[in-house]
């Protein structure tokens, strides 16, 4: 599969990162609090949409746990953001991508960002940030060109699942102002770093996908990283301190729940799905 225009996309998004970049230190008027009576994350959106459990709940409830959703959501954008600027600099002066590799430092600036408004949210609204179990796994080894490879997959898996959520919050007219503020912001940009990222896999793909080998290695590895990020969206701690009882127990009844599992495979995962496939990379996506 070839890609000739990754060049010519990463001059354009490059000039549309200057034109249009916010200054995010001082593009928000922070409130000194957010109303707790009002939803912080789109229902639709929640961990517990179309499930049994979502039938247990109350109005208030549901309120309660779209609190506690958005700190989970902002608290694994805060701590993906930070793996994510850790690898790419890590890798980006290797890419055999020629000047492309310019928009990563456009990447860099807005993640660095993005982090700093999530953790900033995280503190002040709630008093905390959770951490993310997932960034404690050890990586394996690998060639370069796999390695390579890996990285931007996994980013790219990253912000899609995110920009589902960014766009389910930044549109439901339910959702308190300030945090849809938010969520349309980082859309914006995330738009432009998934441009990127899909023009970017497909030369990398190239050499990495050469051999049956590397292949089965990669989708043994993005399998894995799918799963993870699936399962991060359903923390416990945020139905403990949403006040709902047995947090372990809701989190296992919605990771089997038959409906959540189409919302996975439907909406959430639909754009890497796609992105995967165009790479004739056949995942057995079975979350
Ligand atoms: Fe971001
Ligand atoms: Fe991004």
């Not at 593009?27 to 949409?49: C, K, V």
């Not at 080894?141 to 589902?164: M, N, P, Q, W």
Request: charged share 25%.
């Amino acid at each position: 599969m070839k890609n000739t225009s990754l060049p010519e996309r990463a001059n354009k998004l490059i000039q549309l990162s200057i034109d249009n970049h916010i200054y995010a230190f001082n593009y928000f008027q922070w409130p000194d609090t957010l109303p707790e009576n009002e939803y912080w994350f789109s229902p639709d959106a929640l961990s517990i949409a179309n499930s049994a459990v979502e039938k247990e709940l109350t109005e208030e409830q549901k309120i309660k746990l779209s609190k506690w959703e958005c700190i989970n959501s902002f608290s694994l954008n805060n701590s993906g953001e930070r793996e994510l600027i850790h690898e790419v600099s890590r890798v980006m002066h290797e890419l055999p991508i020629g000047e492309s590799k310019e928009y990563l430092h456009h990447l860099i600036d807005e993640e660095n960002q993005h982090m700093w408004y999530f953790n900033k949210f995280c503190n002040q609204y709630a008093g905390k940030v959770y951490t993310d179990k997932k960034l404690q796994l050890k990586k394996e080894k690998t060639s370069k060109v796999i390695d390579h490879f890996l990285v931007f997959a996994r980013v790219l898996i990253f912000e899609e699942i995110g920009h589902y959520y960014n766009i389910m919050n930044s549109k439901d007219e339910r959702v308190n102002q300030f945090v849809r503020q938010i969520n349309k912001a980082h859309y914006s940009e995330e738009a432009r770093h998934i441009t990127f990222g899909r023009h970017l896999l497909t030369p990398l793909a190239e050499q990495a996908l050469s051999s049956e080998e590397s292949t089965l290695k990669i989708k043994s590895e993005l399998n894995k990283s799918i799963q993870m990020n699936i399962n991060s969206l359903y923390n416990p701690s945020m139905y403990r301190d949403a006040g709902l009882e047995k947090p372990m127990l809701i989190r296992s009844r919605l990771l089997e729940d038959e409906n959540r599992k189409l919302i996975h495979q439907n909406t959430i995962l639909k754009g890497i799905k796609k992105v995967f496939a165009k790479l004739e990379l056949d995942l057995n996506v079975n979350v």
